[in-house]
């Protein structure tokens, strides 16, 4: 079991002990989301985790240790592959006794329909995040946001972004739409595109659709403004990760 975890989580491993070694070359705004991320079982989500003002510079630090920083989340994209992954969801499972034990997500799966009854941990520890009703990959959310953001810039067709999503999401293009929107993206129509001087060929086309952010809605806050020596330590001792160093030793 020691050889197992040791070698399903190595990166995980890698980080904290990166973080907890004295002659460290990690500096403390670094150190403090790596603590957070052993304990959290590779992922964190960016809204609620707590950054340091420079996050630039803790990215920087993080990024030989195979740590992304994304908007939406924090993880180690490595340990998103399927063995990683489930054994995760497993310990953190057994860490909060749930019974039965749900199913992890089956390898490959990079959406699926939310079922109410699954713990929002479980499903953060399998590498995944709740977006509306859907369970999105961290990767793959990420990926989906930035191409978002990039059509809203380029005012791209929209239609063709959206059967992107879908066929990244495993989903139809409505729920692509829906999915879209609850990261606070629409369609609309591109202004002037019906305004053709062939009224009939006018009435025979469809408009050409857009994405915009209406809101400017933003899913990641922004970083909150900490103490630099704060978070220099682990802060759950109950989180089933944060026990790892009990359960291996080098």
């Known amino acids: 079991?020691?050889?197992?975890?040791?070698?399903?989580?190595?990166?995980?491993?890698?980080?904290?002990?990166?973080?907890?070694?004295?002659d460290t070359k990690l500096p403390g705004l670094a150190r403090g989301i790596a603590y957070q991320l052993t304990e959290a079982g590779g992922t964190l989500d960016r809204a609620t985790a707590t950054l340091p003002e420079d996050i630039r510079a803790a990215e920087s630090a993080l990024h030989p240790l195979g740590v992304r920083i994304g908007k939406h989340s924090i993880f180690l994209p490595v340990l998103l592959?399927?063995?990683?992954?489930?054994?995760?969801?497993?310990?953190?499972?057994?860490?909060?006794?749930?019974?039965?034990?749900?199913?992890?997500?089956?390898?490959?799966l990079?959406?699926?329909?939310?079922?109410?009854?699954?713990?929002?941990?479980?499903?953060?520890?399998?590498?995944?995040?709740?977006?509306?009703?859907?369970?999105?990959?961290l990767d793959i959310l990420e990926r989906l946001e930035s191409n978002f953001a990039q059509s809203v810039r380029m005012k791209l067709d929209a239609d063709v972004l959206q059967k992107e999503a879908a066929s990244l999401l495993g989903c139809s293009n409505e729920d692509a739409t829906r999915f879209a929107a609850e990261l606070g993206y629409i369609k609309v129509a591109r202004k002037g595109d019906t305004a053709k001087k062939d009224d009939a060929a006018a009435e025979a086309s469809e408009p050409s659709y857009i994405w915009i952010n209406p809101s400017g809605h933003q899913n990641a806050r922004s970083p909150k403004r900490k103490n630099k020596n704060r978070n220099t330590q682990p802060t759950d001792a109950a989180s089933p990760f944060a026990s790892l160093a009990a359960l291996i030793s080098d």
């Open 81 to 108: 592959k399927p063995a990683p992954a489930s054994l995760a969801a497993l310990l953190c499972a057994l860490h909060a006794k749930l019974d039965p034990i749900p199913a992890p997500p089956l390898p490959g």
């Open 110 to 137: 990079t959406s699926f329909e939310l079922d109410d009854e699954l713990p929002q941990q479980f499903l953060a520890a399998a590498g995944f995040r709740a977006i509306g009703k859907r369970a999105v990959r």
């Open 1 to 22: 079991m020691h050889a197992h975890v040791g070698r399903l989580l190595a990166p995980l491993l890698r980080l904290r002990d990166a973080a907890e070694a004295r």
